[in-house]
């Protein structure tokens, strides 16, 4: 728990000085066809595009540049779902994935679930109060297509949630596997399309289930400082007898070749579906 702490207050007080520091933005000339590892990293100067998985449910297909560093966390982020006999409400700070780029095509990553504070309240209850660390992902991405700047895109990443989130996070580790793919109709207008499937664990009936939840984003760049996202995602679970579904929308401001800022809101189209809201960064070394 200390580690989870320290890791957040670091990240937290890292934001503000990376947008300073990355403020700058430089030309670059991507690297092509080249054998970059993690120990012989892209040049600086020929990086790719910095197109991270946040802020919408659609990942991105692209990996983090062979040898380079990537942060994208949620600052803060805002739960919120009414249910037949009460409210549900989760505030999360400092959400964070780290990514490590080990070759052209592929990038490790380490999700950390940081602290968070969720409140049930029932009719005619005491509320139900948890809060502490959440759990610990690890991620593998593949680039299948479209490292080379190429318009389509494709990708693998699969991930394992380790439970040592004790007081909000699973009982039992869980498994899940995610399809990226993505189409550039102009530097302008980018499509994507996801397929998500996990086997989770549900700790009141104390057995798994397969959930799968499709979804398609729209990302536009009105400038080189400002794009934003529009995104419907379905989700379905064996538990349930019909869809889920939100309308995800919001900006992403561009201060740098480095830096992205972003905030927006998940709109319930259904019931049992949590509204959010988010703010957001993502920063590249």
Known sequence: MRFFLLLTLATAGFFPLSVSVWAQTAQHTPAKGQAYTLFRPVPRDSLEELRPDRPGYSESPFTVDAGHFQLESDVF???????????????????????????????????????????????????????????????????????????????LIGFA???????????????????????????????????????????????????????????????????????????WDTRQAAWQASFNVGPQLHLSDNVIVDFGTHLALTTEIDQEYFLGFSFRR
């Open 161 to 235: 949630r380790l439970p040592v989130g004790r007081a909000v996070g699973t009982s039992a580790t869980e498994y899940g596997l995610m399809a990226p793919y993505s189409h550039d109709f102009s530097k302008q207008l980018n499509l994507q399309l996801q397929l998500r499937s996990d086997l989770s664990y549900d700790g009141d009936l104390r057995q798994r289930f397969l959930m799968l939840a499709p979804s398609t984003a729209i990302d536009y760049e009105f400038s080189a400082f400002l794009s934003a996202f529009a995104e419907v995602v379905g989700i």
């Open 77 to 155: 982020r805002l739960l919120t779902r009414r249910e037949s006999d009460g409210r549900k409400q989760d505030i999360y700070l400092n959400y964070m994935l780290l990514k490590l780029g080990l070759t052209t095509h592929t990038d490790v990553q380490a999700e950390f679930g940081s602290y968070s504070w969720k409140k049930h309240t029932r009719d005619q209850q005491e509320p139900e109060r948890h809060q502490g660390f959440g759990d610990l992902t690890v991620r593998v991405k593949r680039n299948l297509l479209g490292a080379d700047g190429q318009a389509d895109a494709l990708a």
